[in-house]
């Protein structure tokens, strides 16, 4: 069987099965088995986890006033309860019924806010409470609001009378109850990850008993132990499921300690495992590197994580599990995708990438991937995930990995990624003094029988990186000039660097700070074209790209340098 024919068979199994899935999900949320969600009502809660994710009083203020700045977008609810407001954007809505934003009402500390609170939770209870259906009681919203409640319970209980109490109360055990049913039927993937740990929290900050905490705890270790890797990454090979999972961890492993309870050794082993991992992702300036669905970094995100990290210590250079190599010199980092792609279950956001880098010095990024606008808009996703958005080779421009793009799949799977390369061998090559690796991949031997190599080294303190690209043919023929053979090496310049030509014809880049950096390629003349950075925070951004365009018939083999350098007295009518 082809690797195609092998995919798509197994991209179909995938369908079947999602497609079983959520008609028991429909099942479950029908009035069969709704009886099965009522019982008794807890007591209390007793303890208010904490919530390790930023929060802004400012915001509180917002929501008070009825702007709701959730998923990038800004709804104004005109003095209506949010929960009547139709807003067709699905980002917002899943936000609006997560309830993270509590922790803003938390971090106002008024009496306003927590009363704001209070109405607002009373209004979903009112509103959604009694119906398991929409957008509300998506498994994965579910588990947000489960850990949102038990965070923010103090504030929302504040000042509470007995009437409210005791419906707040009822409503999260009626939630617990079916994220506990309907667990099993979510997808692989982070969302089925943190239904785990909002049913350990669950047991853990209210009165159960001691077998459902052993339960909630055994069920959270197994996921655990399917879904990290060995090296700290998460099956996704996304940075940000790194960020976003270690943001639901370090605040369950405290609350295990104050209620005196062992957490799980996959628990503990993961967590230190992880935190390390978002350290190798991390470039200087506190960004993570933009691969496989990773968007614009929040710094304040990584830094309120990092807090928690007791091993010091530099970033590792290997994550082989992940698939990411990591050359750091002199204050020069350079970030590399070596892995195959995740598994077609939990590949949706996962990008055509396979041996694009990225390069910063100091605190300014120069050779990035054009990475995800988080919050924008659908239709960009697909040119975000192509091999031309990323700091790496196409041939004929076509990308190392394809998507399906069918809507019958896309209603149950999103976008999953298919028929990417196979086989990812990597060597590293560090010597004294030098940081390097070779890695290969096999994602074009399928349609044009061509392998991409990479080989790239970090010398002189930091000071050049060197590379060199070859386009090996599968067997002992030569290439052939049959219009098949056009190779394209992409470098994307981070937007806010300028890029000139200085008198010797060198491209030269220039960041706010005093690095400056030329590129020379002695193989094939290098070309600048226009290029789009998604991943700004503002949204996506005009920048520029340096392009080697060759006939692999011609030349196999391009070599490139990018060396840190002064340039005395530069032409600004030179710059491109």
Request: aromatic fraction near 8%.
């Amino acid at each position: 069987m082809s690797i195609a024919a092998d995919s798509t068979t197994r991209l179909w199994a995938l369908v079947a099965k999602e497609f079983w899935r959520k008609t028991r999900r429909r099942l479950r949320a029908g009035p069969i088995y709704r009886w099965r969600y009522s019982g008794r009502t807890p007591e209390r809660v007793l303890i208010a986890p904490p919530d390790l994710r930023l929060a802004d009083p400012q915001i509180a203020l917002e929501i008070y006033y009825g702007r709701f700045p959730l998923s990038g977008h800004l709804v104004e609810t005109g003095g209506q309860s949010p929960f009547l407001v139709e807003v067709p954007n699905r980002g917002w809505q899943r936000s609006l019924h997560g309830f993270r934003w509590l922790r803003h009402m938390r971090a106002a500390g008024t009496e306003l806010a927590a009363a704001n609170a209070r109405a607002l939770v009373s209004d979903w209870i009112t509103m959604h409470g009694g119906r398991i259906s929409g957008v509300a009681w998506e498994p994965a919203t579910t588990a947000k609001r489960i850990i949102a409640w038990l965070q923010h319970s103090s504030v929302v209980l504040q000042g509470a009378e007995f009437a409210f109490y005791r419906a707040f109360l009822r409503s999260l055990a009626v939630q617990i109850r079916y994220l506990r049913s309907i667990v099993r039927e979510m997808p692989n993937g982070k969302d089925r990850l943190r239904a785990r740990v909002a049913l350990a929290f669950a047991a853990l900050s209210l009165p159960v008993p001691a077998t459902a905490l052993r339960s909630a705890t055994r069920s959270l270790a197994e996921e655990l132990d399917r879904q990290i890797l060995p090296d700290g990454g998460h099956i996704s090979r996304n940075p940000m499921a790194v960020l976003e999972i270690l943001a639901d961890l370090l605040p369950l492993r405290h609350t295990y300690a104050n209620q005196a309870e062992q957490p799980p050794a996959a628990l503990i082993n993961a967590v230190d495992r992880m935190l390390p991992a978002l350290r190798f992702f991390r470039h200087q300036d506190g960004s993570l590197a933009r691969f496989n669905g990773m968007g614009a970094t929040i710094h304040d995100r990584i830094a309120a994580i990092l807090r928690h990290d007791d091993t010091g210590g530099a970033p590792p250079l290997h994550a082989t599990h992940s698939g990411y190599e990591r050359l750091a010199l002199g204050g020069t980092t350079v970030i590399a995708d070596t892995g195959a792609p995740p598994p077609i279950d939990v590949s949706s956001y996962a990008h055509a990438g396979c041996l694009s880098f990225e390069m910063s010095s100091g605190r300014q990024h120069y050779i990035v991937n054009a990475g995800v606008d988080t919050y924008g808009i659908a239709e960009l996703r697909p040119l975000a995930r192509a091999t031309a958005a990323h700091s790496t080779v196409t041939i004929n421009d076509t990308s190392s990995a394809s998507f399906s793009h069918s809507q019958r799949v896309s209603g149950l799977l999103g976008s999953p990624l298919v028929a990417g390369p196979k086989a990812v061998p990597v060597q590293r090559s560090d010597r004294p003094g030098i940081h390097g690796f070779v890695a290969r991949h096999d994602g074009y031997a399928q349609r044009f029988g061509l392998h991409h190599e990479r080989e790239l080294s970090l010398a002189a303190g930091g000071n050049i990186l060197e590379g060199c690209d070859r386009i090996l043919r599968s067997g002992t023929a030569p290439i052939k000039n049959d219009g098949r053979d056009l190779v394209t090496v992409r470098f994307h310049i981070h937007p806010d660097v300028q890029l000139f030509r200085d008198q010797k014809e060198r491209l030269v880049l220039t960041g706010p700070d005093i690095d400056t950096w030329v590129f020379i390629s002695p193989d094939v003349p290098a070309e600048v074209e226009e290029s789009i950075y998604f991943a700004g925070l503002g949204g996506p951004r005009r920048s520029r790209q340096i392009v080697l365009a060759f006939k692999a018939s011609e030349i196999s083999e391009v070599h490139w340098q990018f060396s840190r350098t002064r340039i005395i007295g530069r032409i600004d009518n030179d710059r491109l």
